[in-house]
């Protein structure tokens, strides 16, 4: 059984388990593309790497209704400095979990690696001015970024659309409590990043946050002010954000 209820803007649903939240965000999200391609001959679509997308980019493939060949698939982030082939690389992740598993209309890639980083944040923010973002399925990290925006480089009115950062301790320890590397020395320092003007422009937000090492973040989303220390704070603001989070990343509330 879910409960919904309101933080300002912010329409939240909460789940008993991340099974639960998966798969119910998986149908509203589906009936949300269903709903606006009737209006649109096609979508943009950006969407986050991290193991807690997993369940919900699984239940997302399997919705039967999606025309996925009418949507134009983009990604929010991707770390400087990997080696070819990497399976941390964010690029990588969404290949295997979805870009790869259905037919997207097409489908562009940070590639981090194949120029300068700031060609490559331009050639990617020429991409979003050509095809301007209408949903972004975001999570939340544990410092409250979105993206890579982690809170000494988050700006609410950052002029850029896409930018190169430097990553927090928080941010980098994240990824080795995540499991995806296993040691803190192996992380990345630095990343390109969509930032969160472009990920706020978009019409609909879904945003998955499972997991109990969610909890401080999710306690701060609601209840801390929407400053830039604060990142994901700024969803309350948005028109149309929904956020979905489970028992455990609710214990603080």
């Known amino acids: 059984m ?6 300002d803007n912010l329409h939240v649903f909460k789940y008993h388990t991340r099974l639960e939240l998966a ?3 998986a149908s509203m999200a589906a009936a949300e593309i269903v709903s606006m391609l009737k209006g649109k001959p096609m979508l943009n679509i ?3 790497a991290a193991p807690s997308q997993s369940e919900f980019l699984d239940a997302l493939t399997e919705r039967p209704e999606i025309e996925w060949s009418k949507i134009n698939a983009f990604h929010m ?7 070819e082939g990497a399976p941390q690389s964010f690029g990588n992740y969404l290949k295997e979990r979805i870009f790869d598993r259905v037919s997207f209309r097409t489908v562009s890639y940070v590639d981090a690696d194949e120029m300068a980083p700031e060609e490559i ?3 990617y923010a020429n991409l979003l001015t050509a095809f301007p ?7 939340i990290g544990e410092n409250g970024h979105i993206a890579f925006n982690d809170p000494h480089v988050a700006d609410f009115a950052d002029p850029a659309s896409v930018k190169v950062v430097d990553l927090d301790l928080i941010c980098r320890q994240q990824q080795v409590n995540d499991g ?3 040691s ?5 320092e630095q990343a390109i990043t969509l930032t969160i003007p472009t990920l706020l422009k978009a019409e609909k937000l879904f945003c998955i946050v499972p997991g109990k090492t969610k909890a401080q973040a999710v306690y701060n989303t609601f209840n801390q002010p929407i400053i830039e220390k604060y990142p994901s704070t700024i969803l309350r603001k948005h028109a149309s954000a929904k956020l979905f989070i489970d028992a455990e990343s609710a214990t603080l509330l």
């Open 133 to 139: 973002p209408d949903i972004v399925f975001m999570g």
């Open 46 to 48: 950006i969407f986050a």
């Open 77 to 83: 982030d991707e770390y400087i400095g990997l080696p």
């Open 184 to 188: 803190l020395e192996l992380v990345p």
């Open 121 to 123: 944040c331009s050639r």
């Open 2 to 7: 879910k409960q919904d209820f309101l933080v």
């Open 180 to 182: 995806c590397f296993s």
């Open 23 to 25: 798969a119910d965000a």
